[in-house]
Nanobody
Framework: QVQLVESGGGLVQTGGSLRLSCAASGSIGTIGIMAWYRQAPGKQRELAAS???????NYADSVKGRFTISRDNAKNTVYLQMNSLKPEDTAVYYC????????????WGQGTQVTVSS
């Protein structure tokens, strides 16, 4: 089993910043892509940012230029630095990790609330 523990969510004003962290532990094996998804009330879960094992990144158009995803492979941790936050960024943010174990499997974090006030 792989466990993902998220931290860093909270309440921030428009234009503020937050840094999310997600640490993986357990029977991890080799980690491939790591990502952050988010789900706003009444909306579908969407991919905010992803990062490959080699460091290649991908961002949703809505967060480009404001969010930065990074990873520390030695610590099995993925981060999401969020700057210039907007009310529309308000959502529950979920960590996602793909591991090359038993042919490959996905793991999800418990979710952390990010609220941006106007």
């Amino acid at each position: 089993q792989v466990q993902l523990v998220e931290s860093g969510g909270g309440l921030v004003q428009t234009g503020g910043s937050l840094r999310l962290s997600c640490a993986a532990s357990g029977s991890i094996g080799t980690i491939g892509i790591m990502a952050w998804y988010r789900q706003a009330p009444g909306k579908q879960r969407e991919l905010a940012a992803s990062i490959s094992s080699g460091g290649d990144t991908n961002y949703a158009d809505s967060v480009k230029g404001r969010f930065t995803i990074s990873r520390d492979n030695a610590k099995n941790t993925v981060y999401l630095q969020m700057n210039s936050l907007k009310p529309e960024d308000t959502a529950v943010y979920y960590c996602y990790v793909w591991t090359w174990r038993l042919g490959g499997q996905a793991s999800w974090g418990q979710g952390t609330q990010v609220t941006v006030s106007s």
